[in-house]
């Protein structure tokens, strides 16, 4: 994944891509995409297409909440342990 500070620089732009559960989502020049929620926008006006640089807070935030996850994932996880979500069922005989 590319660095915030990359996805903004040299008047990169973003690109409206849908409206979903209460948030507008955009997509970076480099195939990031992030959420805008409705309730963080207020009276601003939100274009189909506009300079990255406009959306940073909203890209940090996202990336700040898939390393965050990243790091769950991992701390969940221990060597030679499979992680399956999956109910394990047993049947007793």
């Known amino acids: 994944m590319r660095t915030l ?15 979903q559960d209460k948030e507008l989502w955009y997509v ?5 995409e ?5 309730s ?3 009276s601003g006006i939100f274009l189909s297409e506009d300079k990255a640089i406009v959306f940073m807070r909203w890209i940090r935030k996202h ?3 898939i390393e965050k996850s990243k790091h769950q994932a991992n701390s969940l ?5 499979l992680v399956c ?9």
């Open 40 to 42: 963080d926008t207020g």
């Open 85 to 93: 979500s999956a109910p394990v069922r047993t049947t007793v005989v």
């Open 5 to 19: 500070k990359e996805m903004i620089v040299n008047n990169q732009r973003v690109k409206f891509l849908h409206y």
């Open 77 to 81: 996880e221990t060597p030679g342990e």
């Open 28 to 32: 970076t020049e480099c195939g990031f």
């Open 63 to 65: 990336i700040e909440l």
């Open 34 to 38: 992030f959420p805008v929620p409705i």
